[in-house]
């Protein structure tokens, strides 16, 4: 019996973004997200991904097909694809990592987050509030307080830096 | 761990749900809000300081940063001086770490220490003690029985006799222990008794290293440890009196599985008999497992090298071992370059290659690198009279090289920074004394390297121009220079130090060490660099800046200057007047160290003499 020359049918998903566009991308490359797997274990086809806009769902895409081909030859190649990833702005980076984890994409959370690790590395207390969109939610006295605790590692932590001298 | 976090935030979270995340989809879609265990995944690849900035941002972080910081591996204080009271403080956040560095310049007596000892350490590393007794190794072998790693500096105490008690008494307690570093600086003749190390060796010892040690007393030691079948020692490093061929024999008859091999010697006198000869390096075939070799002779004492060694030993060495991959050799003043070079070609796998003081290394050499080791990434050739630029034409081979010393080379100049440009993966430049001008520094500008640690130390024809054409802004090396010394430049003024101030975005460590042109202004532009994207300053080395004045006094009472500044060098200065005023400031900002000797940075040349202190 003549075995088919070409490769056996990949099963095809449709993922549908947030803004309604759809699209195709094999079922073994689309199971690296633990929530698509879930669906597609309940059968699953179309995937509405309400939570994620197309410009994301673009990148996530293309993450997940390049780590869907890895093997022990390319390792370098999709380290050098890593680095380039995460290449982008901040808010670029926070709608990825929403993303990924909502998708549940473990690699690409761990991915994210270092970025997020090595840029926040050597910033100010202002500076990560404002990456982040984190409101300074300490009471004037818990601030004192943490504001002591560290002063030793960096000296800077208030809003408002006491100028008087000694 | 989502309900850890849970618990973790009831009570402390103020408005807005911190969200799960978790796979039932639960999904937080207010963009301003980031689910609390992705915060925890980030801060968990953060360093020490950067978490205790993060503390600093919410009660959200807050909570975090405390989860995560007792199950961090290990704690790194080594680049910080902290006083006794913070120092007990900061290792009550993290209870339960195993493994701990500490700088101990502050701690005055040994309770600093004691205290902060627990049965969890199983990683201990003490560095300048230069205020502890022999009696904190006691402590350790009661507190600590789980230990398998430590490091200590002590300031010597010329007692040998104490120290041999105190350690034999540890050793007894600590049997897990499988490495163990003592270091004694700073007397004439602290010598080591090696004598516990026989009747209370641990078990599992892989690594030892001593400073200093007799080479007699250590060669009987040996022959003792000979016979033990159990004991296999891959790690030795020894400071010592004379490094004989005897030594080196005995080591090899007696370690046979060593990996890695370190000696110094610090001779008193003209070695006569007793000396390293051709025949003692060609003995080092028979450690087969040898990956590691450096053998220095040191001048500190006395004006000697090896005079016994020349080519053919190191043909002998070459030929033996040739799967080193680091090697450093020191004080072999009759090797030329035919010898050193021997040895590039022979071990193919050479990633560190360091040779001190030898007057007949020339450039022929490096002649013809086309069939060497592609693998160095560490090359220090220190001062090496005869090397010129030429020396380093085919550096641009070395596509892993990362670290360049030439540190004393005087006859090196500009065309080997040309060379240097060429070689995209340097970080570490050392280039003091060399005969370079501004030009140079243009054209190493130009190849646009990502130096984190630059020194031009000494390098006399460098003026502030140079360093304008070095920090073109846009240039990489402004995002990642960290330590910067251009000490001894009498061409440095304030107009470098202005331009070193706006672009050097990264900048931690700064050396201007006898330069006397600058003047408090260059200070003042220091102090204003805005925090927001630059670093801060955490050590400054202003030994012998005559063009201060006194009056800086008041700018280092501000307060909100020099935020993070951890050491602050004022030797030979006229900020050396101003004790008391230093005292009131350091009194209020504990971890900060003014030194008034001539240390270095962190005092980490000179820690042993600060034994009175202010």
């Known amino acids: ?166 | 761990m989502d309900e850890t976090i849970k618990r973790h935030l009831t009570g402390e979270e103020r408005g807005g749900d911190g969200g799960g995340g978790s796979s039932d989809g639960d999904f937080e879609s207010s963009m301003d809000r980031f689910p609390n265990h992705i915060i925890i995944n980030v801060l968990e690849k953060m360093d020490l300081v950067s978490l205790c900035t993060a503390a600093c941002v919410s009660p959200t972080f807050n909570s975090a940063v405390a989860y995560i910081l007792p199950s961090l591996p290990s704690f790194d204080l080594s680049g910080f001086y902290l006083d006794e009271e913070t120092l007990k403080h900061v290792v009550h956040r993290v209870q339960g770490a195993k493994s701990l560095t500490i700088d101990c310049l502050q701690m005055k007596n040994d309770s600093s220490i004691i205290n902060i000892l627990s049965d969890h350490i199983e990683d201990l590393s003490l560095l300048k003690c230069s205020h502890l007794s022999y009696d904190i190794l006691r402590a350790i072998g009661e507190r600590c029985p789980n230990l398998r790693s430590l490091l200590i500096e002590f300031a010597g105490l010329g007692a040998p006799d104490l120290l041999r008690m105190k350690l034999t008494g540890m050793l007894q307690k600590v049997s897990l222990l499988e490495s163990l570093s003592i270091k004694i600086r700073g007397t004439l003749r602290d010598v080591f008794d090696v004598r516990p190390l026989v009747a209370f060796l641990p078990e599992g010892l892989k690594k030892l290293k001593l400073q200093q040690t007799g080479e007699m007393f250590f060669v009987v030691w040996l022959h003792t440890v000979r016979d033990i079948p159990w004991f296999k020692l891959q790690s030795l490093s020894l400071v010592l009196d004379v490094i004989s061929d005897g030594l080196i024999r005995t080591v090899v008859d007696s370690l046979p599985l060593l990996v890695e091999l370190d000696l110094e010697d610090i001779p008193f006198m003209e070695p006569s008999v007793r000396d390293l000869t051709n025949i003692g390096l060609q003995s080092l075939k028979y450690c087969r497992h040898l990956i590691a070799l450096s053998i220095v002779r040191s001048r500190k004492n006395f004006p000697t090298s090896f005079t016994r060694v020349d080519n053919i030993g190191m043909f002998l060495l070459s030929e033996g071992c040739r799967g080193l991959e680091s090697v450093k050799l020191g004080g072999f003043v009759k090797v030329t370059e035919a010898g050193f070079s021997s040895i590039l070609y022979s071990c193919l796998n050479l990633k560190k290659f360091e040779v001190l003081t030898s007057p007949l290394l020339s450039d022929l050499a490096f002649d013809n690198m086309i069939g060497v080791a592609r693998s160095l990434i560490e090359l220090r050739l220190v001062s090496c009279r005869l090397l010129t630029s030429e020396a380093f034409e085919d550096l641009s081979l070395f596509s892993k090289l990362e670290v360049i010393d030439t540190s004393g080379c005087r006859s090196i100049g500009d065309p080997c920074l040309f060379y240097i440009s060429s070689v995209t993966t340097v970080t570490k430049l050392n280039l003091a004394e060399a005969d370079i001008t501004d030009t140079g520094l243009a054209i190493l500008g130009k190849g646009n390297l990502p130096i984190a640690h630059l020194c031009i130390r000494g390098c006399k024809r460098v003026t502030d121009k140079g360093i304008q054409f070095l920090f073109h802004d846009e240039r990489k090396i402004c995002k990642t220079l960290s330590v910067l010394d251009v000490g001894r430049i009498a061409g440095i003024t304030d107009a470098a130090i202005f331009t070193i101030a706006s672009t050097a975005k990264a900048l931690t460590d700064l050396s201007l060490r006898f330069c006397f042109h600058v003047t408090d202004a260059a200070l003042k532009m220091l102090v204003n660099r805005p925090n927001n994207n630059s670093s801060q300053l955490q050590r400054l080395d202003l030994c012998n800046c005559r063009g201060l004045s006194d009056d800086l006094i008041m700018l280092f009472q501000h307060k909100s200057a020099f935020r993070g500044l951890r050491w602050l060098g004022v030797g030979r200065n006229p900020l050396v007047n101003k004790r008391e005023d230093f005292s009131k400031i350091c009194k209020a900002r504990p971890w900060f160290v003014v030194c008034f000797d001539d240390c270095e940075f962190g005092c980490h040349d000179g820690w042993q003499y600060h034994k009175s202190d202010d």
């Open chain 1, 1 to 166: 019996m003549a075995s088919s020359s070409k490769t056996e049918q990949k099963k095809m998903l449709i993922l549908k973004s947030s803004e309604e566009e759809e699209f195709e991308i094999e079922e073994s490359i689309a199971v690296q997200s633990g929530t698509i797997k879930n669906m597609v274990e309940d059968d699953f086809t179309l995937i509405p991904l309400p939570n994620v806009d197309t410009e994301t769902l673009i990148k996530i895409i293309k993450y997940m097909k390049k780590h869907g081909e890895k093997t022990k030859s390319n390792e370098k190649d999709i380290e050098e694809f890593d680095k380039e990833f995460v290449k982008k702005s901040f808010t670029e980076l926070k709608e990825l990592v929403l993303a990924a984890n909502y998708l549940h994409i473990t690699s690409l959370i761990d991915l994210l987050c270092q970025a997020f690790a090595d840029r926040i590395k050597n910033k100010s207390v202002k500076a990560i509030r404002e990456i982040f969109g984190i409101p300074n939610d300490f009471t004037p006295e818990e601030e004192a307080e943490v504001y002591e605790q560290h002063k030793w590692a960096h000296e800077e932590g208030k809003e408002h830096i006491d100028h008087s001298a000694y």
